[in-house]
């Protein structure tokens, strides 16, 4: 089948279009004819040599796609042959064919193109997970979510504001907090203009949130810790300023403060399966009416996918950069 693929970690450049052998099909997968995958920021840490696939995985990049099914594993009930399918992958989406865990597919909304089903799976689990399982946020609640013009921050929002909870957001222009606002955050912040906990203090009435992901790590800890209500948690995804920092652990104490580390593409397939059911169930009727769909930044060909990277390096992009297959 034909693949990206490289021989070496390095700059965007040494992505290429080649051949790479199909997976193969154990009893309790499916095989897709990938129509569509989307790139997300752990696909360049990858490309750098920064993050390696979990055992098993695929080398291939790509941790979400979307497709036609071509074969059923024979202990997988529920999915046929000519099903639309999009699902999260440990790795294999930049490529024509891909095998995944019965558990950690879906059904694609007749509504949803191949290209929007391609880039939901990584982006809205990673964003369920973690505010609504870890970070428990409940009705009537409160979240900061830092990278509001992301993949995971587009997401974030559609969730929150279907679950009619107020979402913040901080972003890296005027521009992407108006994108932010009309997508339906009720506040956004320009983190390059502005101090982010005092915006949320202010709009809190000093409460403060009852969850926060961050994707930042060290550079914004003081900053999440003073913007969390009694009882809040802070989700950290990613560290992308940094993975040290200096913790006054009385706050923590007195304010009764989760901090929790997750990841999501190193679960087993069993965590995996739980996710996926959690989200359709509470989402499922959303996705099918259209009132939850990914913003499509840009659609490229699977060819230019060193282009795609570029794109998400550089953050010029709003939404999701989608690689058509």
Same mark, same amino acid.
């Given at each position: 089948?034909?693949?990206?693929?490289?021989?070496?970690?390095?700059?965007?450049?040494?992505?290429?279009?080649?051949?790479?052998?199909?997976?193969?099909?154990?009893?309790?997968?499916?095989?897709?004819?990938?129509?569509?995958?989307?790139?997300?920021?752990?696909?360049?840490?990858?490309?750098?040599?920064?993050?390696?696939?979990?055992?098993?995985?695929?080398?291939?990049?790509?941790?979400?796609?979307?497709?036609?099914?071509?074969?059923?594993?024979?202990?997988?009930?529920?999915?046929?042959?000519?099903?639309?399918?999009?699902?999260?992958?440990?790795?294999?989406?930049?490529?024509?064919?891909?095998?995944?865990?019965?558990?950690?597919?879906?059904?694609?909304?007749?509504?949803?193109?191949?290209?929007?089903?391609?880039?939901?799976?990584?982006?809205?689990?990673?964003?369920?997970?973690?505010?609504?399982?870890?970070?428990?946020?409940?009705?009537?609640?409160?979240?900061?979510?830092?990278?509001?013009?992301?993949?995971?921050?587009?997401?974030?929002?559609?969730?929150?504001?279907?679950?009619?909870?107020?979402?913040?957001?901080?972003?890296?222009?005027?521009?992407?907090?108006?994108?932010?606002?009309?997508?339906?955050?009720?506040?956004?912040?320009?983190?390059?203009?502005?101090?982010?906990?005092?915006?949320?203090?202010?709009?809190?009435?000093?409460?403060? #949130? @009852?969850?926060? *992901?961050?994707? =930042? /790590?060290?550079?914004?800890? $003081?900053?999440?810790?003073?913007? !969390? +209500? #009694? @009882?809040?948690? *802070?989700?950290? =995804? /990613?560290?992308?300023?940094? $993975?040290?920092?200096?913790?006054? !652990? +009385?706050?923590?104490?007195?304010?009764?403060?989760?901090?929790?580390?997750?990841?999501?593409?190193?679960?087993?397939?069993?965590?995996?399966?739980?996710?996926?059911?959690?989200?359709?169930?509470?989402?499922?009727?959303?996705?099918?009416?259209?009132?939850?769909?990914?913003?499509?930044?840009?659609?490229?060909?699977?060819?230019?996918?060193?282009?795609?990277?570029?794109?998400?390096?550089?953050?010029?992009?709003?939404?999701?950069?989608?690689?058509?297959?």
């Amino acid at each position: 089948m034909k693949a990206i693929i490289f021989d070496a970690p390095g700059p965007e450049d040494v992505l290429t279009l080649g051949e790479a052998p199909a997976p193969v099909l154990g009893t309790d997968d499916l095989r897709i004819r990938v129509r569509a995958t989307a790139v997300n920021r752990a696909d360049l840490l990858q490309r750098q040599g920064l993050y390696p696939p979990p055992p098993g995985a695929s080398p291939i990049l790509g941790l979400e796609c979307a497709g036609d099914v071509t074969d059923v594993g024979a202990h997988v009930n529920g999915w046929r042959v000519g099903d639309r399918a999009m699902a999260l992958l440990p790795g294999g989406g930049y490529a024509e064919e891909a095998v995944v865990h019965h558990g950690s597919a879906m059904h694609v909304p007749a509504s949803m193109s191949f290209e929007e089903a391609g880039a939901l799976p990584e982006v809205y689990l990673t964003a369920f997970l973690n505010l609504f399982m870890l970070g428990d946020v409940k009705a009537g609640g409160a979240a900061l979510v830092h990278g509001g013009g992301s993949g995971v921050g587009t997401a974030s929002i559609q969730l929150l504001r279907e679950s009619g909870m107020r979402c913040y957001v901080t972003a890296g222009s005027d521009e992407k907090c108006q994108r932010c606002l009309a997508l339906g955050a009720d506040l956004a912040i320009n983190y390059r203009t502005s101090d982010f906990a005092a915006h949320v203090r202010q709009a809190t009435q000093s409460r403060g #949130v @009852d969850v926060v *992901l961050d994707s =930042i /790590g060290g550079k914004y800890f $003081a900053g999440n810790i003073d913007c !969390l +209500a #009694v @009882d809040g948690r *802070l989700v950290i =995804i /990613g560290l992308t300023g940094g $993975a040290k920092a200096e913790v006054n !652990l +009385a706050l923590l104490l007195l304010r009764r403060l989760h901090v929790v580390g997750s990841t999501l593409r190193v679960r087993s397939v069993t965590d995996k399966a739980a996710i996926v059911s959690r989200f359709m169930t509470r989402f499922g009727d959303a996705l099918a009416a259209g009132r939850i769909k990914p913003v499509i930044d840009r659609v490229l060909p699977l060819a230019q996918a060193a282009e795609a990277h570029r794109v998400v390096q550089s953050s010029v992009h709003f939404g999701k950069v989608v690689l058509k297959v």
